[in-house]
């Protein structure tokens, strides 16, 4: 489940636990590795007050359209109703990430799926925790306490919950709520709207960004700190990239040749 669509106010959040930990290290530029299929992998995305539209939507049906007493299950997920590629979502959060930056970015925002466990590591251990250790002891030779080890933890932990649901993709048949959703009037979708087939994604991770905006105390649109800060680390993140490039060129230049001469 994740946060509110539309009530009690749209992106309503309850805590800035699960996902939302999870979103704001990414926001931030503390995580930039996920394990993950980014192409085949279909993400179950259900707003909670759609949720609960569905399940009152399911007890209606069993009470009055029962013809035994046998349970009968009802599943509710997008995947089987209106899937959501890992790649999209990725897309659609880093758009909107990167117009609606944030002063507690430490890095720009870029996110990479890998499928691979051990490559995963290998890059989140480059990427996120060397730099994060580094950082920490500059905050210490400043005389300042260390926050980024302490918050990579959290993440890391969280992941460890929230991997479960990127790998390995599962799909939930939802038949029975679709059978439902067909004897639902216009007056009841206005009333208990949990048409997963209307959901426009990008559109829920607006509202949802609105909603994390919120729960922070942050503006709804990004101050010129914010705007300035995103500008200088997105400067820096490509030097640093081109840095390396022009590195990396100039080993393999010196590779080659050596083998070149001592083959000649």
């Known amino acids: 489940m994740r946060r509110a669509y539309n009530e009690p106010t749209p992106g309503w959040f309850g805590n800035k636990n699960g996902p939302v930990l999870f979103f704001r290290a990414i926001r931030a530029g503390l995580v930039h590795v996920i394990q993950s299929d980014d192409n085949e992998t279909n993400m179950d995305l259900i707003p909670v007050d759609m949720t609960v539209n569905s399940l009152l939507a399911s007890i209606w ?7 035994t007493h046998e349970p009968r299950v009802y599943n509710y997920g997008s995947s089987d109703w209106n899937p959501l590629r890992n790649k999209k979502l990725q897309e659609y959060g880093l758009e909107v990430i990167h117009a609606y930056p944030s002063t507690e970015m430490v ?18 251990t480059l990427f996120s925790i060397i730099p994060g250790i580094l950082a920490d002891l500059v905050f210490l030779l400043r005389w300042k306490k260390p926050i980024i080890a302490s918050r ?20 939930l048949k939802t038949d029975n709520l679709k059978r439902v959703l067909s004897l639902a009037n216009s007056a009841d979708m206005k009333e208990f709207f949990f048409d997963l087939s209307a959901m426009d994604w990008y559109k829920l991770i607006q509202v949802l960004n609105r909603g994390f905006r919120k ?39 010196r590779v080659t040749c050596n083998i070149f001469s001592l083959l000649a």
Do not use: C
């Open 215 to 253: 729960l922070l105390m942050e503006p709804v649109e990004p101050t010129p700190a914010a705007l300035r800060k995103y500008r200088n680390l997105k400067i820096l993140h490509y030097t640093v990239v081109g840095l390396v490039v022009l590195l990396s060129l100039n080993v393999f230049h």
């Open 152 to 171: 990579l933890k959290s993440v890391i932990l969280n992941y460890a919950t929230l991997r479960r649901y990127l790998v390995p993709e599962r799909i």
């Open 107 to 124: 890095w720009y925002p870029f996110l990479l799926q890998i499928n691979n466990f051990y490559v995963f590591s290998i890059l989140f």
């Open 61 to 67: 049906d069993y009470v009055a359209h029962r013809e």
